[in-house]
Nanobody
């Protein structure tokens, strides 16, 4: 079983940047697609960005395209989410996710996720 540990959340002013990290441990971590979902207060959890097992295919929600960048360092078993031009609508708990079935293109179905991290809070103030 894979375990995921997120870090890097915090508070930032609108227009600022944050970088989230998610470290994976366990067996066969390199075979998992990894990515990020978020859940704002009173809203459902939604897909943000994902990257396939090879690191060659990425996908983003329309709301973050051009502002967020996902990447992975296979040697460190870590995936990153660089978030720029943050706005208050980006305020949410961000969850790292892993899945062996998702191929990296299009939106990542919530029900497909096999492993979740514990979440890290991102607060963007206006």
């Amino acid at each position: 079983q894979v375990q995921l540990v997120e870090s890097g959340g915090g508070r930032v002013q609108a227009g600022g940047s944050l970088r989230l990290s998610c470290a994976a441990s366990g067996r066969s971590t390199s075979s998992y697609a990894m990515g990020w979902f978020r859940q704002a207060p009173g809203k459902e959890r939604e897909f943000v960005a994902g990257i396939d097992w090879s690191g060659g295919i990425t996908s983003y929600a329309d709301s973050v395209k051009g502002r967020f960048t996902i990447s992975r360092d296979s040697a460190k078993n870590t995936v990153y989410l660089q978030m720029n031009s943050l706005n208050p609508e980006d305020t949410a708990v961000y969850y790292c996710a892993a899945d062996r079935k998702w191929l990296g293109s299009g939106s990542w179905p919530l029900r497909s996720v096999e492993v979740w991290g514990q979440g890290t809070l991102v607060t963007v103030s206006s």
